[in-house]
């Protein structure tokens, strides 16, 4: 299975107050654990389990993910920029593995 | 074929309830809520909240009507809420009653910082109500829902 990539579109600027939009994806089989192989034997659960996206350093939106998130989990969400400051993406695979992308956000 | 017969019969008995309830009207008024679908979604909220919804217009969950596949369904949330500490949306959890397992999504959204809107892609094994339910920041529980029809299997 290839390695789960995520994306994310975010602005590079903003006016201090807008409300920006964000669009994130991440490559994810979303493997449900209901499924059978071949020889009748369960597929594992592997999914993302959770999305959190923090604005100098604090929690903004963040997403609990069940198995009946599609594949390529994604989500399109607003924020509102207040200051420039990096923005953070992390989602959680089960098992413990975490993606993670960064953005600097220019409010100006 | 199958939904058309369906659908009569819910009209059917739509009509003979109303004619009952009409008739029992100068009787009391133990018939004057007849149970209908939104007590199941109630009830079943309430299983797993352990609190009672009350079914809200502040929310909205845009879904297509009929979609072909089961596997990726556009879903989009908006919740009428200023989004002040003193009057906010804490979190919306979707729920697919449908589904082999029943919770397809927990937001979370946080007053000043993030607008409560989200758009996203989820898989429905059947036809029905995909529910929204949003926790507001003094404890209240709103719900809407949405019939989505689908073709194929998504979680299959």
């Keep these: ?108 | 074929m199958v939904e058309e017969t369906r659908a009569a019969g819910l009209t059917r008995r739509a009509v003979l309830t109303a004619a009952v309830a009409g008739g029992a009207g100068m009787a009391g008024v133990t018939l004057a809520s007849p149970p209908n679908a939104s007590d199941d979604a109630a009830e079943l909220i309430k299983h797993l909240t352990g609190k009672t919804p009350t079914e809200s217009d502040r929310l909205h969950l845009a879904m297509p009507r009929v979609f072909a596949n089961g596997y990726t369904v556009p879903l989009t949330l908006v919740i009428d809420s200023p989004m002040t500490e003193a009057d906010h949306v804490r979190d919306v959890r979707v729920l697919a009653p449908r589904n082999p397992l029943i919770t397809v999504a927990t937001f979370h959204f946080v007053p000043q910082r993030s607008e409560p809107r989200v758009s996203t892609r989820i898989r429905l094994a059947q036809p029905q109500d995909v529910l929204a339910v949003a926790e507001m920041n003094d404890g209240t529980l709103l719900m809407t829902r949405t019939w989505v029809e689908v073709a194929t299997n998504g979680c299959a």
């Excluded at chain 1, 604090?58 to 069940?66: A, I, P, Q, R, T």
């Excluded at chain 1, 200051?83 to 993606?99: A, H, N, P, Q």
């Design chain 1, 1 to 108: 299975m290839s390695t789960p990539t995520p994306r994310v579109q975010v602005p590079r600027t903003a006016a201090k107050g807008e409300i920006i939009q964000i669009k994130t994806l991440i490559e994810h089989q979303m493997e449900t654990g209901l499924r059978r192989d071949s020889n009748g034997e369960v597929i594992p659960r592997k999914i993302i389990n959770q999305f959190v996206c923090r604005y100098h350093d604090e929690v903004v939106f963040s997403v609990d993910l069940n198995e009946a998130v599609a594949a390529n989990p994604y989500f399109e969400f607003y924020l509102r920029a207040t200051t420039s400051g990096r923005l953070d993406f992390v989602w959680k695979e089960d098992g413990g593995r975490v993606f993670a992308l960064r953005h600097d956000l220019l409010v100006g």
